[in-house]
């Protein structure tokens, strides 16, 4: 199994652009999360799917950001407009209902960086 | 609502030595714990987890956990540390009801640095 891929690995845009982050969950799981991980903040759950359906949205940090599942395989998280306190790593990670240990499976992570 | 707190920031250890890394929790019934560890440019990978049953939980690495209700504590051992354990450690706490079903909730990290 290739685990959770993310694309791209790094990004790095101006300000006032549109960002797209792109997610593949581990085939089978049900669970999709997506996390940004700063060093003043840590890391913080911004929202969740479960079967493609956006379970809780309450991390995501404002309008700007949004956040699709169209199909099992896919997700997307885009911000618009970026600003530079957007930057950060942010990470997908996906989890099988199957296991209620809830064990995440993590990407590898997307690196942004807005100017 | 649930919380995890790891109180230090990093914590230094010679190779050889054991190591220790502190975690307590607040929430409501009994928790699922976890460790992950994340290493430079890396997501989290899963350690160990604590769901229910034996206090001590073993895990990846020759990691070792140890879950202590009365304390609220889920501490993170390795009797003898390598140079290679250095990374980021997270602990999480998951409340076993289905609102909560997806959702963890991590502690800010602590930074293991292993010396020579």
């Known amino acids: 199994d290739a685990g959770v891929i993310q694309s791209p690995r790094h990004e790095v845009t101006e300000m006032g652009q549109e960002v797209t982050l792109r997610c593949k969950p581990i085939?089978?799981?049900?669970?999709l999360f997506w996390y940004r991980q700063t060093m003043m903040r840590g890391l913080e759950l911004l929202i969740y799917f479960n079967n493609n359906v956006p379970i809780d949205d309450s991390g995501m940090p404002e309008d700007r950001f949004s956040a699709k599942m169209p199909n099992a395989s896919f997700s997307t998280l885009k911000i618009q407009p970026s600003e530079p306190r957007d930057s950060a790593v942010y990470f997908c990670a996906s989890s099988p209902t199957s296991i209620p240990s809830n064990e995440q499976f993590f990407g590898p992570g997307t690196r942004l960086t807005v100017l | 609502a649930q919380s995890v707190a790891q109180p230090e920031d990093q914590v230094n250890v010679a190779e050889g030595n054991p190591l220790t890394v502190k975690c307590t929790y607040s929430v409501s019934g009994n928790p699922y714990l976890f460790w992950y560890v994340q290493y430079p440019n890396r997501g989290l990978q899963f350690l160990l987890k604590y769901i229910t049953g034996d206090n001590l939980v073993k895990g990846s690495y020759g990691f070792e956990a140890e879950f202590n209700k009365s304390q609220t504590s889920f501490h993170l051992k390795k009797p003898s540390a390598l140079v290679s354990d250095s990374a980021l450690y997270f602990c999480?706490?998951?409340?076993?009801?289905?609102?909560?079903?997806?959702?963890?909730?991590f502690g800010a990290g602590t930074q293991v640095v292993v010396t020579p």
């Open positions: 999480a706490v998951r409340a076993p009801t289905t609102d909560s079903w997806g959702k963890l909730q």
């Open positions: 085939s089978g799981h049900d669970y």
